[in-house]
T-cell receptor, first 114, second 115 residues
């Protein structure tokens, strides 16, 4: 049972480089989201999607792009990485039709921007 | 706008003590959902419970219990007879309306249980 899969798990970038964090889920969930976790800040929402072709901004969207061309995939793109984007990133998905509405998280991707 | 406050940044208890983690929320919606997640030292996020705004019954699951009080906008989490394996960061979260809306998280409470 794969659940939510994030790649890569670790990445080091130089300032100005671009990269994409991949997120895939195999549970046919309509809802997917990206959070970043920083010490003392909890989890802050970057972008989310309620279905293929639909995305919206969260609390901290600047510097990040997303797209949702399929139900399964929700990649997060950093166009020009900055040290302030050093963080742990979590992708999550859920099916609002279930009783619990549980948000399933990936294992996280630790990004360091030098 | 919705907001979740976990005023306790860090708590340290001795094994077998009971501990309560506080969570206070703000929302203008009458329909909303409250969650608790656990993040052990290994880093993954583990779902513990979801409660909707129309169900104020307290919930008990083994050593875990949750006290939902709409009158004080609180959804507190109690661990009875704490164990070292309970050491983790605990997050309270809120989503409004359908439940398919984004979760807003509190900043978390780091619980350390000392043997």
């Amino acid at each position: 049972n794969a659940g939510v899969t994030q790649t890569p798990k670790f990445q080091v970038l130089k300032t100005g480089q671009s990269m994409t964090l991949q997120c895939a889920q195999d549970m046919n969930h309509e809802y997917m989201s990206w959070y970043r976790q920083d010490p003392g800040m909890g989890l802050r929402l970057i972008h989310y999607s309620v279905g293929a072709g639909i995305t919206d901004q969260g609390e901290v969207p600047n510097g990040y792009n997303v797209s949702r061309s399929t139900t399964e995939d929700f990649p997060l793109r950093l166009l020009s990485a900055a040290p302030s984007q050093t963080s742990v990133y979590f992708c999550a998905s859920s099916d609002a039709g279930t009783d619990t509405g549980e948000l399933f998280f990936g294992e996280g991707s630790r990004l360091t921007v030098l | 706008a919705q907001k979740v406050t976990q005023a306790q940044t860090e708590i340290s208890v001795v094994e077998k003590e009971d501990v309560t983690l506080d969570c206070v929320y703000e929302t203008r919606d009458t329909t909303y959902y409250l969650f608790w997640y656990k993040q052990p030292p290994s880093g993954e996020l583990v779902f513990l419970i979801r409660r909707n705004s129309f169900d104020e019954q307290n919930e008990i699951s083994g050593r875990y219990s949750w006290n939902f009080q709409k009158s004080t906008s609180s959804f507190n989490f109690t661990i009875t007879a704490s164990q070292v394996v309970d050491s983790a960061v605990y997050f309270c979260a809120l989503s409004e309306a359908s439940g398919n809306t984004p979760l807003v998280f509190g900043k978390g409470t780091r619980l350390s249980v000392i043997a």
